[in-house]
């Protein structure tokens, strides 16, 4: 369930990675424009009858079986599209809709279970000011999804973080398809130091339209961390889809 702790640890990480200025922006939607994007058996789940998809961008490492660091940059920015689902085991998790990251072994090996795409990102912080922009690359030049935000966040920590601010961030299950297997992967940090955040400008263009979500109204719920250290394990297998 989604908790401020941790649900259990990760004792043999296929990946360590160490997430850094992490920002989430979540937006609202009736659940009917974000559910036709979930596969079964999972299960969309809502907070105040609605659905919630995050933009979260951050810059983060990558060391294969803990030690093992992939080639490329050894930090680099990344940017997830998500939502929250409960899965067939009755765990609850995150769905990425798309992840964008900078370094293209981390693209080539996490699109094997995952919808990653290579992209250019920044990731920038002023004070309490934060700057996050990025485009997808293409090979054939045409205009890809990207977005460019700033944020400013309140300095004090979130002394005890809401069931709303939970339900946002204190995920520790990940859930993938390929083809018909499903599969989780478990993930092990410390608890988020979360700031209250706003958004102060910038464009969206269609990250989260490329990702099949409408473009948002309104502001987002926002929050940023300074960064965790993530223990992330190998994949759980979960069995099938079921046949139509």
Not at 28 to 54: C, K, N
Not at 137 to 151: N, S
């Amino acid at each position: 369930m989604a908790s401020v702790e941790p649900e259990g640890r990760v004792r043999l990480p296929l990946m360590r990675q160490a997430w850094r200025c992490a920002s989430f922006l979540h937006w609202a939607y009736p659940p009917h424009q974000v559910s036709r994007l979930i596969p079964e058996p999972f299960e969309l789940q809502t907070y105040d009858e609605r659905a919630w998809v995050g933009l979260t961008p951050f810059t983060t490492t990558l060391d294969v079986f803990g030690v093992l660091p992939v080639p490329g940059p050894r930090r680099f920015g990344e940017t997830n599209v998500r939502t929250y689902v409960r899965g067939p085991d009755d765990s609850d998790g995150v769905w990425f809709l798309s992840l964008d990251v900078e370094n293209a072994v981390n693209a080539a090996i996490g699109r094997l279970m995952v919808p990653y795409f290579l992209a250019d990102l920044t990731a920038e912080r002023d004070g309490t000011t934060l700057h996050y922009g990025g485009r997808r690359r293409t090979r054939d030049g045409a205009r890809a999804p990207g977005y460019d935000v700033r944020l400013r966040y309140e300095p004090n920590l979130i002394e005890r973080q809401s069931e709303f601010d939970v339900f946002l961030t204190g995920r520790w299950h990940a859930y993938v398809q390929r083809g018909p297997l499903l599969g989780r992967f478990d993930v092990e940090h410390e608890p988020w130091p979360l700031h209250r955040a706003e958004l102060m400008g910038g464009h969206r263009e269609d990250m989260l339209e490329a990702a099949g979500i409408p473009s948002p109204a309104g502001a987002p719920v926002a929050h940023y961390a300074s960064g965790v250290n993530a223990s992330i394990s190998s994949p759980r297998f979960l069995g099938a889809r079921p046949r139509r």
